[in-house]
């Protein structure tokens, strides 16, 4: 079976550090891979999607930026966060097949910055 | 462009009580529509869906009917429970673009004993 894996689940950070979260998915190859971002009592912001390796289109300009080192890999970075990053980070994945449009979300990491 | 418009929230009802959260959309083409579930410091989950006109999602006794002449896809309980307590998600998928799914804002649900 499939599974998705994010880390860290929560993380403080100053404003002006630099993040990154991490996204692993388990069991399937070649997703379709998602970052999203929730404030606080809010809907979903799609902020990056990858359709393949070394392939990232970004939804919202902003100072995260997005990697797919590896087929099941998906990374969501920061050189210097702001306070407006604070929220939630979920990541998805979606496949191919007849259910090809149904996303599988990870647990979600909690950032909060200083 | 494709977009998704659901009730706001929050919606408290008593256990037992009967539940709609209405949704409606705008989409070209034929989209597949979803409810989303997120229960408190988790990620969101599938809780049903549905892929054409008519179609019924089910699920966990949550129902909702694909209405495509009132681009409607209401999510109905006839008996909530405290665990029912979370915040839900409509949404829907629709080529082009079919590998993105688009939003709406969430309604939060709280369920009293």
């Known amino acids: 079976s499939q599974t998705i894996h994010q880390w860290p689940a929560t993380l403080v950070q100053p404003v002006g550090s630099p993040l990154s979260l991490e996204c692993t998915v388990e069991g399937t190859s070649n997703p379709n891979l998602y970052w999203y971002r929730q404030a606080a009592g809010r809907g979903l912001q799609l902020l990056f999607y990858?359709?393949?390796?070394?392939?990232i289109s970004s939804e919202v300009p902003q100072n995260l930026s997005a990697s797919r080192p590896q087929d099941r890999q998906f990374i969501l970075s920061s050189k210097k966060l702001l306070l407006s990053d604070s929220g939630f980070y979920l990541c998805?994945?979606?496949?191919?097949?007849?259910?090809?449009?149904?996303?599988?979300f990870g647990p979600g990491t909690r950032l909060t910055v200083l | 462009g494709n977009s998704v418009t659901q009730m706001e929230g929050p919606v408290t009802l008593s256990e037992e009580a009967f539940l709609t959260i209405n949704c409606t959309y705008t989409a070209t083409g034929y989209p597949s529509l979803f409810w989303y579930v997120q229960y408190p410091g988790e990620g969101l989950q599938l809780l049903l869906k549905a892929t054409k006109a008519d179609d019924k999602g089910s699920n966990k006794g949550f129902e909702a009917t694909y209405r495509k002449e009132t681009t409607s896809f209401h999510l109905e309980k006839g008996s909530v429970q405290v665990s029912d307590s979370a915040v839900y998600f409509c949404?829907?998928?629709?080529?082009?673009?079919?590998?993105?799914?688009?939003f709406g804002a969430g309604t939060r649900l709280f369920v009293k004993a």
């Open positions: 998805a994945w979606s496949g191919a097949g007849p259910n090809y449009n149904e996303q599988f």
């Open positions: 990858s359709v393949g390796i070394g392939q």
């Open positions: 949404a829907l998928s629709a080529r082009p673009g079919g590998f993105k799914t688009i």
